[in-house]
């Protein structure tokens, strides 16, 4: 993580479902919240262009914009892919994910899926026991991710969560 630069505790990410309400939701998140920028329904340079809208607004709203990927554009850190001096954020969904994170030197890891989600219906989910004995493996700080939403953040109890519908 590059210094003095704080780990958001809640976490927007987006693609093609939140697209339409973005802007809004970005607008209604904490001062401070971090955007994973995925959209990999857009073509590159469309992409390209709806990020960089989007990471200005987001720094108007001194929110921190991630992008997915390893594409090399101005952001302030990458998710799946570790570019030198910003931050990195993984996705795990099993100790040997967290193992290879771990090694990766990420700053920080979204563990998934914690409840049912829209995203995957019908996949196995963690569950708060599970999440928790997994989150124990991990160096870096731990991201709740699946299924979440502010009522099951509550119930889970951790400082650290991610939603794609739950914040849209």
């Avoid at 590159?44 to 990471?55: G, M, Q, S, T, Y």
Wanted: hydrophobic letters at 45%; a positive charge; glycine letters at 8%.
């Amino acid at each position: 993580m590059r210094p003095r630069q704080t780990l958001p505790a809640l976490w927007l990410l987006s693609d093609a479902r939140n697209d339409a309400v973005l802007e809004q939701a970005l607008a209604k998140l904490p001062r401070g919240s971090g955007l994973v920028f995925r959209h990999y329904h857009l073509p590159p340079e469309e992409r390209r262009a709806r990020f960089a809208k989007v990471r200005r607004l987001c720094r108007a709203h001194g929110h921190v914009a991630v992008l997915a990927g390893a594409t090399r554009w101005p952001a302030d850190g990458h998710y799946g892919a570790r570019m030198p001096g910003r931050l990195y954020l993984a996705t795990v969904h099993s100790a040997r994910e967290i193992a290879r994170a771990n090694l990766a030197g990420a700053d920080a890891v979204l563990l998934s899926p914690v409840f049912p989600t829209r995203s995957h219906p019908g996949a196995a989910t963690l569950g708060p026991v599970r999440f928790r004995l997994l989150a124990r493996l991990s160096c870096a700080p731990v991201i709740a991710l699946g299924g979440m939403d502010p009522r099951g953040a509550r119930a889970l109890r951790w400082p650290r969560w991610a939603a794609i519908d739950g914040l849209s």
